[in-house]
């Protein structure tokens, strides 16, 4: 094992049992969210939406005081991304030497009720210009290149029904019954949970595999392929153009067709 493999190893082993934990952090015996509301001044109690973008950040907020704990334990300190569209939101840089650097996205989602093995999924970062041009500082707090691993701390959760208009005292703060709950908490690479497929509209985002399973295990398109292959591949996605059945020219936007190009029927021919 190269020392940058093994430096990446270690991190990545501290990162999941540190995941592990955060489980407790989050949610409460019974599974329900551990923040409830925001408190005023009069202790008043007002419930939080289940908005996906202020469940999103207030996770964050939650979360951050253990991040801080971890890279301390680590021997690591936090660059935070300087901007809000920035990549990624926390940069570690090992104290020792600063030329050791992993990215981490926090990342949410909720489980979908009709059908619950699958999630909403995620969008893991730009595939534009900071993603190919690996020495760009465009959006990116660190050249693309500069980090040892690309990771997320992701977050699964089902959405319940409730009265987020309805304020409560203080007191009652154990009666509130949390808008979100039945957390996942996991850790994995950007390219073992990557799909093959944009993960937003018409931006230019990597989107994930909407598998719960195979998120949680870090089991996307590319496990068998490696992270080479999904480099190469959303590096050049939606670029190389050939010619389909009828003749006529497409672009290329899916693995099987990816593979076929570069001269290889399955996942596992090419990996071998």
Same mark, same amino acid.
């Given at each position: 094992m190269t020392q940058y493999a093994s430096v990446?190893?270690?991190?990545? *082993? /501290? #990162?999941?049992? %540190?995941? !592990?934990?955060?489980? +407790? +952090?989050?949610?409460? !015996?019974n599974r329900q969210r551990t923040v409830k509301g925001f408190i005023d001044i009069f202790r008043n109690v007002y419930t939080i939406s289940g908005d996906t973008k202020i469940v999103s950040k207030i996770l964050e907020i939650h979360l951050f005081p253990k991040i801080v704990e971890f890279a301390a334990v680590h021997d690591y $300190? $936090?660059?935070?991304? !300087?901007?809000q569209n920035y990549y990624p939101d926390v940069s %570690?840089?090992? *104290?020792?030497? !600063?030329r050791i650097k992993f990215a981490l996205d926090f990342k949410t989602t909720y489980r979908l009720p009709?059908?619950?093995? #699958? &999630? /909403? @999924? %995620?969008? #893991?970062?730009? +595939?534009?210009e900071y993603f190919i041009n690996r020495s760009s500082r465009k959006n990116i707090q660190f050249p693309y290149?500069?980090?040892? @691993?690309?990771? &997320?701390?992701g977050i699964i959760y089902s959405r319940y029904n409730s009265d987020e208009t309805r304020v409560y005292a203080l007191d009652d703060l154990q009666a509130i019954t949390s808008v979100i @709950?039945?957390? *996942?908490? %996991?850790?994995?690479?950007?390219?073992? $949970?990557?799909?093959?497929?944009?993960?937003? @509209? /018409?931006?230019a985002n990597i989107g994930s595999t909407k598998v719960i399973d195979d998120l949680v295990h870090g089991r996307g398109v590319f496990k068998l392929l490696g992270e080479n292959w999904f480099d190469d591949y959303w590096c050049n996605y939606g670029k190389i153009t050939v010619l389909n059945e009828t003749g006529q020219v497409k672009k290329i936007r899916s693995l099987k067709d990816f593979l076929a190009y570069r001269g290889y029927g399955t996942p596992s021919e090419a990996s071998q």
């Open positions: 990446k190893d270690d991190f990545k *082993q /501290n #990162l999941q049992t %540190f995941v !592990e934990d955060l489980q +407790h +952090h989050v949610s409460t !015996e $300190i $936090i660059v935070l991304a !300087e901007h %570690f840089v090992s *104290q020792r030497d !600063e009709d059908k619950p093995h #699958l &999630c /909403n @999924g %995620f969008t #893991l970062g730009s +595939h534009g290149s500069h980090y040892m @691993g690309h990771f &997320c701390l @709950g039945d957390f *996942q908490v %996991f850790v994995a690479e950007k390219w073992e $949970i990557a799909s093959d497929s944009s993960g937003s @509209g /018409n931006t």
